[in-house]
T-cell receptor, first 112, second 113 residues
């Protein structure tokens, strides 16, 4: 079946540190890949996505590259801020007519 | 943003009582979803709908039922609430077709005593 595995948290970083959150997937066919972010007390919102191999999604300084050879979609940011503290979810979709498959989420805390 | 609202936003109820949560969307998206979020489990799909009166079960559907009589509304009912159903419930929508992105509501925090 389809599944997403992301690194366990929590992850605690100092402001301006480099961030990597690992995400790997198992899927039939050629899925689209997503990162969602959930700020405290809010719902999930789309952070970035990539729909085919070697695509790079980017938004708000975050980036992730769709690597088919390693079935990965790791999230990176060069310099985190306190305001990036949130829970990050990796997800995949095999079609627009089926539910997304989510990883369990990684909590990031950034301290000043 | 798919203009998704959820009501109520917070609810406290007692074991054995029925509870209905409402999700309302303004973007005419075909697909609607109910998830629950619990520590250590991430998001788990309860039920989803692929059109008016068309629904299907997710991975944790026991104890829950849903209805969708209009495109814009998707109701989640706990027939007889139990303490294990204390959770945060999120509604999501998806246009469908070639659009795979899901859009989430702000959530409903439910406490079953």
């Amino acid at each position: 079946g389809n599944s997403v595995t992301q690194m366990e948290g929590p992850v605690t970083l100092s402001e301006e540190a480099f961030l990597t959150i690992n995400c790997t997937y198992t899927a039939t066919g050629y899925p689209s890949l997503f990162w969602y972010v959930q700020y405290p007390g809010e719902g999930l919102q789309l952070l970035l996505k990539a729909t085919k191999a070697d695509d790079k999604g980017s938004n708000k300084g975050f980036e992730a590259t769709y690597r088919k050879e390693t079935t990965s979609f790791h999230l990176e940011k060069g310099s985190v801020q306190v305001s990036d503290s949130a829970v990050y979810f990796c997800a995949l979709s095999v079609s627009g007519n089926t539910p997304l498959v989510f990883g369990k989420g990684t909590r990031l805390s950034v301290i000043a | 943003d798919a203009g998704i609202t959820q009501s109520p936003r917070h609810k406290v109820t007692e074991t054995g009582t029925p509870v209905t949560l409402r999700c309302h969307q303004t973007e005419n998206h075909r697909y609607m979803y109910w998830y629950r979020q619990d520590p250590g489990h991430g998001l788990r799909l309860i039920h989803y709908s692929y059109g008016v009166k068309d629904t299907d079960k997710g991975e944790v559907s026991d104890g829950y039922s849903v209805s969708r009589s209009k495109t814009e509304d998707f109701l989640l009912t706990l027939e007889s609430a139990t303490s294990s159903q204390t959770s945060v419930y999120f509604c999501a929508t998806q246009r469908g077709g070639d659009e795979e992105t899901q859009y989430f509501g702000p959530g409903t925090r439910l406490l079953v005593l």
